[in-house]
């Protein structure tokens, strides 16, 4: 359990997480999640580092359809909503006081025809991983789950279990304090390391422009440049996180995506999953 203070009456930024719901438009349709901070907090409400990652996966980069996704500390399931979306079969992850809330919203945003492709299940990190077959997942999505130290190790150890050799982890977050960058040390020292170059692509994030980071894959030192931290790790040295909201920004990253990493990104012969 952790308390963070803070004065309501100057949170401005705050108010957006007391509306009831938030809308969205994703795959081409309209997505509706409901919200509930008084009752559940911090797990309840659609975080920008969310949208962020809805907004990657739905531009195509990586490929989705027919691949086992895991996300976790999914709250109001936003990013395993698009997942199942477009075509991935997810796991979509929270604690067990989350859950109905987490599957309300799931039920509720997903046709008939794609609810069976997503299943909402209970993951505390590092308890009963057993539950989980080792390696089972293609990609680990996580958005704005690095902020309590306290879950750093545990939450290593599940990603760790999760992952096979050719398993891809993205991750969306905002790095709040030196705790939060003290968890890129511990995850390179474990996963490929990644160079993480500024990107001048942005992305409308609740009527405001966030600026968003590029990550290319290889070994070198993760470096930030901008509010927001995106980046992806790889149990292999070919994976690699673009931002491009521009078509003739993203064209030209996808040549460059393809030179270095291979067959990952949508759209080539041979991708895994």
Known sequence: MALVPYEEAAAVGLQKFHKPVATFSFADRTIRIRQDWRQLGVAAVV???????????????????????V??????????????????HVTITDRKVALDFLKSNVQANLPPHIQPKA????????????SFSSGEFDLILGADIIYLEETFTDLLQTLEHLCSNHSVILLACRIRYERDSNFLAMLERQFTALTRIPSPSLVN????????TCTLGGRGTLTEAGPFWAFALSSVPDSGLIH??????????????????????????????
């Not at 996300?71 to 997942?83: D, F, K, R, S």
């Not at 299943?119 to 057993?130: A, D, F, P, R």
């Not at 994030?205 to 968003?212: A, F, L, P």
């Open 47 to 69: 975080w920008d580092a969310a949208v962020v990652l809805a907004a990657y996966l739905e531009m195509g980069a990586v490929e989705l359809r027919g691949r086992a996704a």
């Open 71 to 88: 996300e976790l500390g999914a709250g109001t399931g936003l990013v395993g909503i698009v997942a199942a979306l477009l075509g991935a």
């Open 205 to 212: 994030v609740r009527k405001k422009d966030v600026e968003i």
């Open 119 to 130: 299943v909402v299940k209970e993951l505390t990190w590092g308890q009963n991983l057993g």
């Open 244 to 273: 491009k909201r521009e078509n003739q920004l993203k064209n030209r990253f996808r040549g460059e995506m393809r030179s270095c990493f291979g067959p990952l990104f949508h759209g080539e012969s041979g991708a895994q999953g």
